[in-house]
């Protein structure tokens, strides 16, 4: 399985954007990059995904490399309620979805 | 519209003993994945049922099985429980194999 490297843990402070980072020097064509985050004391909430271009919703954006072999998870405004797990995933095609250990977000008032 | 609901939301179990989870997919959601997570760590995948057939198995041992049944429910079985077992037990369903909805999960416990 292709695998995703992400920090640890960052800190971001409150209504400042956030850049989450993943590395995926393994990727192949068919794998999308899934973005999950997982908040505390629940299941994990889908964020986003993209496969080659840019993608944009109203919860992130997600920015590609252009080849592909790392991607970025931007929270434009950070709040409070952003403080989460976040997840980078490659999922090829449509197949099982294989987590890693995520960055913790801390964001600071 | 109701989410994803699973049961029990907690179990407290001892070594040997086996359990069955359960989990109700959101309305007209056809795939079920079951996931496990050990406290600190992602979520790891252990099956993927599609149409009520297998489509996906994690590196499990066989004490663990899943089935899903005609209305899309699945359960989730482990038997001869072990310690290293406890864990939060996540389902997620999901629009034929697209974006995954997880439930809040059940956390197991073994003694």
């Known amino acids: 399985d292709a695998k995703t490297t992400q920090p640890n843990s960052m800190e971001s402070n409150e209504e400042e954007p956030v850049h989450l980072p993943c590395n995926h020097s393994?990727?192949?064509?068919?794998?999308?990059i899934h973005w999950y985050r997982q908040l505390p004391s629940q299941g994990p909430e889908y964020v986003i995904h993209g496969l080659t271009s840019n993608v944009n919703n109203r919860m992130a954006s997600l920015a590609i490399a252009e080849d592909r072999k790392s991607s970025t998870l931007i929270l434009h405004r950070a709040t409070l309620r952003d403080a989460a797990v976040y997840y980078c995933i490659l999922r090829p095609n449509n197949n099982d979805m294989r987590f890693g250990a995520g960055t913790r977000l801390t964001v600071k008032p | 519209d109701a989410g994803v609901t699973q049961s029990p939301t907690h179990l407290i179990k001892t070594r040997g003993q086996q359990v069955t989870l359960r989990c109700s997919p959101i309305?007209?959601?056809?795939?079920v994945s079951w996931y496990q997570q050990v406290l600190g760590q992602g979520p790891q995948f252990i099956f993927q049922?599609?149409?009520?057939?297998?489509?996906g198995r994690g590196n499990f041992p066989d004490r663990f099985s899943a089935r899903q049944f005609p209305n899309y429910s699945s359960e989730l079985n482990v038997n001869a429980l072990l310690l290293g077992d406890s864990a939060l037990y996540l389902c997620?369903?999901?629009?034929?194999?697209?974006?995954?909805?997880f439930g809040s999960g059940t956390q197991l416990s073994v003694l």
């Open positions: 393994t990727i192949s064509g068919t794998d999308y």
């Open positions: 309305s007209g959601h056809k795939s």
């Open positions: 997620a369903s999901s629009l034929a194999l697209n974006k995954l909805f």
């Open positions: 049922y599609y149409e009520k057939e297998e489509r």
